[in-house]
Antibody, heavy 119, light 107 residues
Framework: EVQLVESGGDLLQPGGSLRLSCAASGFTFSGFEMNWVRQAPGKGLEWISYISGGGGNIYYADSVQGRFTISRDNAKNLLYLQMNNLRVEDTALYYC????????????WGQGTLVTVSS | DIQMTQSPSTLSASVGDRVTITCRASQSISIWLAWYQQKPGKAPKLLIQKASTLESGVLSRFSGSGSGTEFTLTISSLQPEDFATYYCQQYHSYPLTFGGGTKVEIK
């Protein structure tokens, strides 16, 4: 059974840093591209970052470019999101999501981890 | 970036109703369109990929159609468990983008 479990969410002040983790199981992690998607309270879904299976290709949304860094450890089946210079508008539930492969999209999602940025 | 526009934003319907949600892309995305269902406090659940391919386990009352820039999600006979928010998402190119969502409420 495919499982994605996020962790690391917290309450912090603007300008702070945080690292989120997503533990994957039930599939060959290195064979799948992964993404982070967030959802602000009461709002819609916003894609924020992508990483290829080997980690060589990475994309970011403009809203986080230069502040967030996606990475993965295929030996440990872990996906990360390093978040720096956090802003109030980064407050959201952060989901990791698996890309199902060629011609497919975000087929499995974790339950999310909450990041709150407030002074 | 490709903009995705969903309508309506809210839909009030009764059990047994046929419901249609529309999603428009700002440029052609071929068939690279997915639909998700999200219930309160839960992660989005993938219903449909490639505009019309139902995910395994998704009931046949859900259907998707369209290509290019115009897409629809249809629920043929609304059931109590279908009251939720639905999102479309294009995966023609990054950045992936989502529609604003359609909340299906009980009438």
């Amino acid at each position: 059974e495919v499982q994605l479990v996020e962790s690391g969410g917290d309450l912090l002040q603007p300008g702070g840093s945080l690292r989120l983790s997503c533990a994957a199981s039930g599939f060959t992690f290195s064979g799948f591209e992964m993404n982070w998607v967030r959802q602000a309270p009461g709002k819609g879904l916003e894609w924020i970052s992508y990483i290829s299976g080997g980690g060589g290709n990475i994309y970011y949304a403009d809203s986080v470019q230069g502040r967030f860094t996606i990475s993965r450890d295929n030996a440990k089946n872990l996906l990360y999101l390093q978040m720096n210079n956090l802003r109030v508008e980064d407050t959201a539930l952060y989901y990791c999501a698996r890309d199902g492969g060629y011609g497919l999209t975000l087929d499995y999602w974790g339950q999310g981890t909450l990041v709150t940025v407030s002074s | 970036d490709i903009q995705m526009t969903q309508s309506p934003s809210t839909l009030s319907a009764s059990v047994g109703d046929r419901v249609t949600i529309t999603c428009r892309a700002s440029q052609s995305i071929s068939i690279w369109l997915a639909w998700y269902q999200q219930k309160p406090g839960k992660a989005p659940k993938l219903l449909i990929q490639k505009a019309s391919t139902l995910e395994s386990g998704v009931l046949s009352r859900f259907s998707g159609s369209g290509s290019g820039t115009e897409f629809t999600l249809t629920i043929s006979s609304l059931q109590p468990e279908d009251f939720a928010t639905y999102y479309c998402q294009q995966y023609h190119s990054y950045p992936l983008t989502f529609g604003g969502g359609t909340k299906v409420e009980i009438k």
